[in-house]
């Protein structure tokens, strides 16, 4: 689908504020200062700190790489055909 020349500036304009808005969650992705969980085991008392990640798209390789390793093994486990062929339609 292409952009109208005339709203070239608008459109750019708005990819440059997903972008940065990105890159700003990206900064702060898995750092425990900007929000974290602490889970408890009820059993034993153990408890582990997790940071927040920040989920976006394009610009934090951690996301991307957790969302590539989620999509596969979906892919394996529910869309995975007749032997070892994915059946794609």
């Not at 989620?70 to 794609?88: K, M, N, P, Q, T």
Request: hydrophobic content about 40%; charged content about 25%; proline content about 6%.
């Amino acid at each position: 689908m292409a952009v109208n020349p005339e709203c070239w500036p608008v459109a750019v304009h708005q990819h440059l504020q997903v972008v940065e808005r990105d890159f700003r969650k990206y900064l702060d992705c898995g750092i425990p200062a900007r929000g974290f969980a602490r889970p408890r085991c009820k059993d034993c008392g153990h408890d582990d700190l997790i940071a927040f990640s920040c989920k976006a798209r394009g610009a934090c390789p951690s996301c991307n790489t957790r969302r590539m390793v989620e999509i596969a093994a979906h892919l394996v486990d529910h869309v995975r055909g007749v032997g070892s062929f994915l059946l794609l339609a």
